[in-house]
């Protein structure tokens, strides 16, 4: 497996945990805001580059070690984390040191997700549902499919585990789309709304999709509210 870096603190990516976050290499998704896209491969032709974008990169291990009894978590993010056959060893050894592990995910290998849970590997999954499922391929590149999303957001619901729904409402969701994702995902712990910004990298042809008018922060609160009476906690932000 390539660590493509790593964010040595963050008090935000892991509820209730002070973490650092580690950043694989590789995704089969190509989100048209992708705020990770130098760790898709292929980023090398016909870009734009909004601003500078780096993730220091150092022995991961090395590193952990340093931190134990500093940090409570790790988070493994991406990237696609679940891509990589050799992330239950990676999680594993990160588990041996004392740390709580959580996963982010596009939810695009299920089968990898089961396993990590059978096998009590994580304590927390982010599961990211990017759209209504007739618009994935549209808004996520023509390798994302739907129903490996569907899959593993059915996985989670039938486990005893931390969990939760993210969606960034980018520019080309409105309200009948976070309608749409709201029946798809039913009852979740908590969905959580990323507000859009704007991605340091992006491919020319995306311009005008990465650059046009997303809802406000005012907006995501009212469409929010209208939502609470199927979803107990939504959190914008």
Known sequence: MRIAGIQKTTLLDFPGRVACV??????????????????????????????????????????????????????????????????P????????????????????????????????LVDYVALDVKAPWNRYREICGVRADPDTVEQTLHLLQRLDIGWEVRTTVCPTLDEYDMRKISRQIGQVPTWRWNPYRIPPLYKKSDADRVMATCASAETLRKWSIKLQVVHRKIVVG
């Open 22 to 87: 580690v950043f694989t290499q590789g995704c089969r998704y190509d989100c048209y805001y992708c705020h990770n896209r130098t760790m898709v491969p292929g980023t090398n032709l016909g870009f734009c580059i909004q601003n500078s974008f780096s993730v220091p990169g150092t022995d991961l291990f090395s590193f952990l070690t340093s931190r134990v009894g500093l940090l409570q978590g790790v988070v493994v993010s991406g990237g696609e984390p679940t891509e990589h056959e050799d992330l």
């Open 89 to 120: 060893e990676l999680v594993d050894g990160i588990k041996r040191l004392g740390f709580e592990v959580k996963l982010d995910t596009n939810g695009s290998s299920p089968m990898m997700v089961d396993e990590l849970l059978s096998h009590h």
